[in-house]
T-cell receptor, first 115, second 115 residues
C-alpha cells in the first residue's frame, strides 16, 4: 500500500515554462487536494476535488490548473511558471462523507524552484 | 481568510523536557488536528479532536480541544531526540462552505535540540 505518491521529488523550471506535478493515491479516497508550503507559512490550499470530474478552488488557486479524470490521480499544472511559485507542493487525500473530518494523508512533496 | 495563530514559532528542547504548544483562532472550529512534519516528508497526523473539551493522548502526546472551540494545545512529555520536527495545528471552522476535507493550517512550531 503506497498511500499518496508524488512525482517528481524535485524540479527546477525557468520562468514561463509549464509542467505538471503528479499525484496518485491507492486508497480509493474520493477527496484529493493540493497545498503549497512556504517558509514560515503553514500549508495553503490551492485546489481540491471531492470526486472524479469535480474540482474546486482553494485559498491560492491563481496560476494553477487541476483535473480529476480518475479517482486515483489528481495532477497539478503550472501553465506559465513564475518565481512566486517556488515552493514545496503537497498532495493529500482522504475519505469523504464520514461524520467526522477524515484526517488527510499527505504525499512526501515536490520541491519546485522557478528561476 | 481564516487564520490560525500557532505559538511558539520555534523552541529548543533538551531530552527529557516537557513541551507545550498551542493554536488559537478568532472563530469557532469544528475540528482540531495536530500534524508533525519531518524534513523532506509530508505532514503525518498525530492526534485528531472532534468535540469541545475533548482530551486525547497518543503515547507521550496529549492534545485538547478548547472548551470555547477557538483553541487547542499539544503537550509532549519527556521529549526524545526524534521529537524534533515541525508541528502544525489544523482545523476546519464551523459553517465552512467548502468540502469537509479542506483544512486551515497554523504556521507551525519548529522543535530543535538544544545545542
Amino acid at each position: 500500500n503506497a498511500g499518496v505518491t508524488q512525482t517528481p521529488k524535485f524540479q527546477v523550471l525557468k520562468t514561463g515554462q509549464s509542467m505538471t506535478l503528479q499525484c496518485a493515491q491507492d486508497m480509493n479516497h474520493e477527496y484529493m487536494s493540493w497545498y503549497r508550503q512556504d517558509p514560515g507559512m503553514g500549508l495553503r490550499l490551492i485546489h481540491y476535488s471531492v470526486g472524479a470530474g469535480i474540482t474546486d478552488q482553494g485559498e491560492v488557486p491563481n496560476g494553477y490548473n487541476v483535473s480529476r479524470s480518475t479517482t486515483e490521480d489528481f495532477p497539478l499544472r503550472l501553465l506559465s511558471a513564475a518565481p512566486s511559485q517556488t515552493s514545496v507542493y503537497f498532495c493529500a487525500s482522504t475519505r469523504q462523507g464520514s461524520s467526522h473530518n477524515s484526517p488527510l494523508h499527505f504525499g512526501n512533496g515536490t520541491r519546485l524552484t522557478v528561476t | 481568510g481564516q487564520q490560525l495563530n500557532q505559538s511558539p514559532q520555534s523552541m529548543f528542547i533538551q531530552e527529557g523536557e516537557d513541551v507545550s504548544m498551542n493554536c488559537t483562532s478568532s472563530s469557532i472550529f469544528n475540528t482540531w488536528l495536530w500534524y508533525k512534519q519531518d524534513p523532506g516528508e509530508g505532514p503525518v497526523l498525530l492526534i485528531a479532536l472532534y468535540k469541545a473539551g475533548e482530551l486525547t493522548s497518543n503515547g507521550r502526546l496529549t492534545a485538547q480541544f478548547g472548551i470555547t472551540r477557538k483553541d487547542s494545545f499539544l503537550n509532549i512529555s519527556a521529549s526524545i531526540p526524534s521529537d524534533v520536527g515541525i508541528y502544525f495545528c489544523a482545523g476546519q471552522p464551523r459553517n465552512y462552505g467548502g468540502s469537509q476535507g479542506n483544512l486551515i493550517f497554523g504556521k507551525g512550531t519548529k522543535l530543535s535540540v538544544k545545542p
